[in-house]
């Protein structure tokens, strides 16, 4: 396998073994076959001799750059050295050399020349309050530009929950108006990578898939693919043992925080939370919140914010937490059920926080 790209990848000390891996890596996390991993090495190999790269817009409204410092620490290889190499990344205003009217200049030649064809980034999200006029670039509202790039899109990506959901913009009070892109665009494919922020890989996963296949991969109901949200943080979780065993850390010093046990009782939203944090984890796979020994936020689903005190167990209140299907809080009532009737037969005592059961369910 030869081509521009692996020559620059050579250049910067990654091995075509390196490069093979890597690809392998992303087609098994995407729940491709094994033959999707040389695909994707061959498609990113050649893009670059290609006439044009794929070009890619990335829009920043309503954000706090969280996104753009998370994909930039992909790793096995870099973002620079494999997305970037096999990309024409256009218009990224944090990252681009550009500025000014030089910026604007590109990202309007970019829209010009690649009609049609270009991947469209969105990253925060959109305010709609005063006329769009609580962001804006260029002289115009952010409601006003996402309007005219994505006419041209081929696709567009929500990057991270602002813009897959309305994320901390859109929390109550909502002084802003702030929507996600999904409110405001119909007529175009949307894939939501929600997260505040999102996993790298998981990123750069997705960008591959678009890379190497000229589509979007496999989504849920709520535009999320498949591959890195189809299961819940708690079904993976490696505290989950000493869930189903009734051990539950009371405070985050005490001794069950020290030995490991389940964080559910301290606000853990892991049972209703998708995203694939335990698996692929965090800084090159060093760790991940839940193992840095704190409840998982639930941030990646929509409303987050709004969706209960950080450090209040779940429970089934009269008003269910907005962001809790049917099913999820069915399996995490059943449970912490299950939980608590094996710590009965040991006599220990109730939890200091409360926690509904079936029991409760059933009065």
Request: charged letters at 20%; glycine letters at 10%.
């Amino acid at each position: 396998m030869q081509g521009p790209l692996i020559d620059s990848l050579a250049r910067q000390g990654v091995t075509r073994r390196t490069f093979m891996k890597y690809c392998a890596t992303l087609a098994s996390m995407m729940a491709l076959p094994p033959a999707a991993g040389r695909a994707m090495a061959e498609a990113m190999a050649a893009a670059p001799a290609a006439t044009k790269r794929p070009s890619v817009i990335w829009l920043p409204f309503q954000e706090c750059t969280g996104c753009t410092e998370s994909i930039t620490r992909s790793h096995s290889p870099t973002l620079e050295g494999l997305i970037f190499d096999a990309i024409s990344l256009d218009y990224q205003e944090t990252l681009m050399a550009a500025a000014g009217h030089q910026a604007e200049e590109a990202l309007h030649a970019a829209m010009k020349e690649n009609d049609g064809k270009y991947l469209l980034i969105v990253d925060g999200s959109i305010p709609l309050g005063l006329d769009g006029a609580y962001s804006c670039i260029a002289g115009k509202s952010n409601l006003e530009t996402l309007k005219e790039v994505a006419k041209g899109a081929f696709a567009i990506v929500a990057m991270g929950s602002c813009a897959a959901f309305g994320g901390i913009p859109k929390a109550n009070p909502n002084p802003t108006g702030a929507v996600s892109v999904s409110d405001i665009i119909k007529d175009k494919p949307i894939i939501n990578i929600p997260g505040c922020p999102p996993i790298p890989v998981v990123m750069t996963g997705v960008l591959a898939h678009f890379l190497t296949f000229g589509s979007l991969p496999e989504m849920d109901n709520k535009g999320r693919p498949k591959a890195f949200y189809g299961e819940t943080i708690h079904d993976r979780c490696y505290r989950r043992p000493f869930y189903d065993q009734g051990k539950f850390a009371k405070t985050f010093d005490d001794e069950g925080a020290r030995n490991g046990w389940c964080l559910f009782e301290l606000g853990c939203k892991g049972p209703v939370t998708y995203n694939a944090c335990a698996t692929v984890k965090w800084n090159g796979g060093t760790s991940w919140p839940v193992e840095s020994g704190h409840g998982c936020l639930g941030c990646s689903e929509p409303d987050f914010w709004d969706a209960g005190g950080f450090y209040k167990a779940l429970s089934m209140p009269a008003d269910p937490l907005k962001f809790v299907s049917t099913a999820a809080v069915v399996g995490a009532v059943a449970g912490v059920a299950v939980s608590f009737a094996n710590r009965g037969k040991k006599g220990a005592a109730k939890s200091a926080h409360e926690t509904t059961t079936l029991a409760d369910l059933e009065k």
